[in-house]
């Protein structure tokens, strides 16, 4: 009766000590699934100029590093890349680089696109709105 009450309570330390892993581990696993979900949408499909589909791998993952929904990097890429989000008065066309910079981990394309122009209509510099709405967007 005893090695069965000793069997069950290892069982249950085992178990235990599983559960408690996977909290620790799984947002961990999370971030790095949605970053590698991001690569794939953007690798190949995305052009990051003109006709050019394909990235250097450091600089998709400049891009997506830190989303929490993939697909999120490359709409706020392709939105500002299409020729509609002014950096400054009456420019509207964009290094790749900055669009990387601006997009960066973006979980919601959208609102970071507005973030920006708002910015930069309000007369800020481009490179500060930049900081501002990488701050604000993913807090």
Same mark, same amino acid.
């Given at each position: 009766?005893?090695?069965?009450?000793?069997?069950?309570? &290892?069982?249950?330390? +085992?178990?235990?000590?599983?559960?408690?892993?996977?909290?620790?581990?799984?947002?961990?696993?999370?971030?790095?699934?949605? %970053?590698?979900? =991001?690569?794939?949408?953007?690798?190949? #499909?995305?052009?990051?100029? %003109?006709?050019?589909?394909?990235?250097?791998?450091?600089?998709?993952?400049?891009?997506? #590093?830190?989303?929490?929904?993939?697909? %999120?990097?490359? #709409?706020?890429?392709?939105?500002?890349?299409?020729?509609? +989000? %002014?950096?400054?008065?009456?420019?509207?066309?964009?290094?790749?680089?900055?669009?990387?910079?601006? =997009?960066?981990?973006?979980?919601?394309?959208?609102? &970071? +696109?507005? =973030?920006?122009?708002?910015? +930069?209509?309000?007369?800020?510099?481009? &490179?500060?709105?930049?900081?501002?709405?990488? &701050?604000?967007?993913?807090?």
């Amino acid at each position: 009766m005893k090695s069965n009450y000793i069997s069950v309570k &290892r069982s249950f330390s +085992v178990l235990s000590i599983a559960i408690l892993a996977t909290l620790f581990i799984t947002p961990a696993a999370s971030a790095s699934d949605n %970053e590698a979900q =991001c690569f794939n949408d953007v690798q190949g #499909k995305i052009p990051w100029s %003109e006709d050019k589909l394909n990235w250097e791998p450091e600089n998709v993952k400049q891009l997506c #590093k830190g989303t929490t929904k993939p697909s %999120e990097p490359g #709409k706020c890429f392709l939105s500002v890349k299409s020729d509609k +989000v %002014e950096w400054a008065k009456g420019n509207k066309d964009w290094e790749w680089k900055n669009v990387i910079n601006l =997009c960066s981990g973006t979980s919601d394309a959208k609102a &970071r +696109v507005d =973030c920006f122009t708002k910015g +930069v209509s309000a007369g800020s510099d481009w &490179r500060n709105v930049i900081l501002t709405c990488q &701050r604000t967007d993913n807090s």
